[in-house]
C-alpha cells in the first residue's frame, strides 16, 4: 500500500487554466514534505520544502500548501513550459523509519496546452 | 546543472555482464542514495549512504552492490540482472540524512537488460 498517493494521475490544461495537484500521505508524523518537477529524461529537480501544517512556498506560477494530511500544489495561469511530471515524497518523523528515507508518490503527468 | 552527476546515461547489457554505475556530487553533500524508477511505480529506495557508512539496505538483491569510497563518489556493481532490473537507477545526495534538506538528485541511468 502505498504511503504517499498522488491525484490525478494525469492532467490536461489549456494555457492560463489553473488548477491545483494534491499529495495526501499517511505516515503519522512528518519531518518534512518535497515537491519535485521531472521532465522526461532526467532526474527529479527540488522545488519546495513544507514543514509544518498551514506552510506555503511559492515560486513563480507555483504554490504549494500543507495541512496535516495532504499538500497542495497550485499552478496560477500555466504555460506549456510547466508540462511535466510533479512528485511529493514525504520524511516520516516516527522512530521505526531510517533518516533519510523519503516515500514518493507516483506522481501527477501535467500537460499544459497552447 | 543539478551538481550530481551520473554516468553513464545509457547501459545495455545481458543478464551475465559484470557493469557498474557511477555517481558524483560536487554539493558538498554527506549523504548519498540509489533510487530505482520503474514505469507507473513510486521511486524506490535502494541504499542510503551517510558519512560512507551505509545505514539503509532497503532488501535489494545481492546481485546489486554498492560502493562508496567518499562522500562524493558512489557506485552501483551490478551482475547476473535479470529483465525485471530494467529500470533508471537515480542517485540523489543531501546535506546528510539526520536533517530536514532536500535530496538532489542526477539525471539517472536508463538500464535495459537484454
Known amino acids: 500500500e502505498d504511503q504517499v498517493t498522488q491525484s490525478p494521475e494525469a492532467l490536461r490544461l489549456q494555457e492560463g487554466e489553473s488548477s491545483s495537484l494534491n499529495c495526501s500521505y499517511t505516515v503519522s508524523g512528518l519531518r518534512g514534505l518535497f515537491w519535485y518537477r521531472q521532465d522526461p529524461g532526467k532526474g527529479p529537480e527540488f522545488l519546495f520544502t513544507?514543514?509544518?501544517a498551514g506552510e506555503e512556498k511559492e515560486k513563480e506560477r507555483l504554490k504549494a500548501t500543507l495541512t496535516k494530511k495532504e499538500s497542495f500544489l497550485h499552478i496560477t495561469a500555466p504555460k506549456p513550459e510547466d508540462s511535466a511530471t510533479y512528485l511529493c515524497a514525504v520524511h516520516p518523523a516516527d522512530r521505526g523509519s531510517t533518516l533519510g528515507r523519503l516515500y514518493f508518490g507516483r506522481g501527477t503527468q501535467l500537460t499544459v496546452w497552447p | 546543472e543539478t551538481g550530481v552527476t551520473q554516468t553513464p546515461r545509457h547501459l545495455v547489457m545481458g543478464m551475465t555482464n559484470k557493469k557498474s554505475l557511477k555517481c558524483e556530487q560536487h554539493l558538498g553533500h554527506n549523504a548519498m542514495y540509489w533510487y530505482k524508477q520503474s514505469a507507473k511505480k513510486p521511486l524506490e529506495l535502494m541504499f542510503v549512504y551517510n558519512f560512507k557508512e551505509q545505514t539503509e539496505n532497503n532488501s535489494v538483491p545481492s546481485r546489486f552492490s554498492p560502493e562508496c569510497p567518499n562522500s562524493s563518489h558512489l557506485f552501483l556493481h551490478l551482475h547476473t540482472l535479470q529483465p525485471e532490473d530494467s529500470a533508471l537507477y537515480l542517485c540523489?545526495?543531501?546535506?546528510?540524512?539526520?536533517?530536514?534538506?532536500?535530496?538532489?538528485f542526477g539525471d539517472g541511468t536508463r538500464l535495459s537488460i537484454l
Open positions: 540523489a545526495s543531501s546535506q546528510n540524512t539526520g536533517d530536514d534538506q532536500p535530496q538532489h
Open positions: 513544507l514543514y509544518s
